[in-house]
């Protein structure tokens, strides 16, 4: 079992900027690849960014390609999501996960979310 500890959402303008952080903790070891999902009410469930823990290995959706940014510190045990040139349809709640699965939307491990809002 992995336990994920989320930390930096809130409410920022359209065009403004967050960053969220998830810090894992357990069974790190199992950890393959992390991602960020987010869920929108009425919407579904989109992985909108996701990393390889070792290697470069990056995926974005399209509606975040070139505005979010995900990295890593392996020795933190830790992953980041810069989210730059905010829109308001970005607002959603974001959940931490490890060995995210796109296509099913199903994971590993989930955070407990944090929610982002945008104002327009």
């Known amino acids: 079992q992995v336990q994920l500890d989320e930390s930096g959402g809130g409410l920022v303008q359209a065009g403004g900027s967050l960053r969220l952080s998830c810090a894992a903790s357990g069974r790190t070891f199992s950890i393959g690849a992390m991602g960020w999902f987010r869920q929108a009410p009425g919407k579904e469930r989109e992985l909108v960014a996701a990393i390889g823990w070792s290697g470069p290995y990056t995926y974005y959706a399209d509606s975040v390609k070139g505005r979010f940014t995900i990295s890593r510190v392996n020795a933190k045990n830790t992953v980041y999501l810069q989210m730059n040139s905010l829109k308001p349809e970005d607002t959603a709640i974001y959940y931490c996960?490890?060995?995210?699965?796109?296509?099913?939307?199903?994971?590993?491990?989930w955070g407990q979310g944090t929610q982002v809002t945008v104002s327009s």
């Open positions: 996960t490890t060995n995210p699965n796109r296509v099913s939307g199903t994971a590993s491990s």
